[in-house]
């Protein structure tokens, strides 16, 4: 996937978090396209990733055209694109039990 694809539309996240986030989408976007999935996948395979490396209480939403106004934790926000015309959208919800 092209590095100059890549758009940061808004974040509240470390820089570590952030490249994590990136990284996974692609990974996921590069899986749903070989095994032929849709945006759930890859909005799934996000998820998963992040409540496994950062804990409990992780949401995403992938796709087209869409409208949102989540309430998030501090520094647990990101909108991005990382294939061209397709969003990603991930926070943490406030009040999420964190992980053992």
Request: charged share 20%; proline share 2%; hydrophobic share 40%.
């Amino acid at each position: 996937m092209a590095k100059n694809s890549v758009q940061i539309y808004a974040e509240d996240m470390s820089d570590e978090k952030v490249e994590f986030a990136l990284s996974t989408a692609q990974e996921g976007f590069n899986q749903a396209s070989f095994k032929g999935k849709v945006f759930s996948y890859i909005a799934d395979f996000i998820r998963a990733q992040f409540e496994k490396h950062y804990g409990k209480g992780w949401n995403v939403v992938v796709g087209r055209s869409f409208g949102a106004y989540v309430t998030h934790e501090i520094k647990t926000y990101m909108y991005c694109s990382v294939v061209p015309g397709v969003c990603v959208l991930i926070w943490r919800c406030e009040g999420a039990p964190e992980m053992a």
